[in-house]
C-alpha cells in the first residue's frame, strides 16, 4: 500500500523557520506532483505549494498568495520526497499540513492522489 508521510511540524516562535518533509514509499510507481496543504483551525484545508516532478512541467512550482516569498517547495527525486522550507513564520500559519502525491502505480493507467496524515505546525511566543 501506497504511504504519504510528513515530519518535521513543531513549535516555532514567530519569525522562525521550519522545514516539513515528506515521503512516498510503498510501492513502484511515477510522482507526476508533490505537494503541501493546510488546515487552519476553523478553515477549510487549502493549497500551500506544488511541486511537478516530470515532463514538460518538471520542476515547475506553484505557490499559494499567502507564503510567496517565505515559502519554498522542492524535492528530491531518488528519495520520493518533497520539502517545504518555512521561513518568516506567522502565527496564522499555524495549521495542521497535509502532504498529496499524484501519482501512478505501476499497472495502473491513471494517476491518483494519495494524502499523509497531517503534522502539526504551531507558531507561538
Known amino acids: 500500500q501506497v504511504q504519504v508521510v510528513e515530519s518535521g511540524g513543531g513549535l516555532v516562535q514567530p519569525g522562525g523557520s521550519l522545514r516539513l518533509s515528506c515521503v512516498a514509499s510503498g510501492g513502484f510507481f511515477v510522482i507526476h506532483r508533490m505537494g503541501w496543504y493546510r488546515q487552519i483551525p476553523g478553515n477549510q484545508r487549502e493549497e500551500v505549494a506544488i511541486i511537478s516532478t516530470g515532463g514538460s512541467a518538471g520542476g515547475a512550482t506553484t505557490y499559494a498568495d499567502s507564503v510567496k516569498g517565505r515559502f519554498t517547495i522542492s524535492m528530491d527525486n531518488a528519495k520520493d520526497t518533497v520539502y517545504l522550507k518555512m521561513t518568516s513564520l506567522k502565527p496564522e500559519d499555524t495549521a495542521v499540513y497535509y502532504c498529496?502525491?499524484?501519482?501512478?502505480?505501476?499497472?495502473?493507467?491513471?494517476?491518483?492522489?494519495?494524502w499523509g496524515k497531517g503534522t502539526l505546525v504551531t507558531v507561538s511566543s
Open positions: 498529496y502525491a499524484d501519482l501512478t502505480l505501476e499497472g495502473d493507467y491513471f494517476g491518483k492522489n494519495y
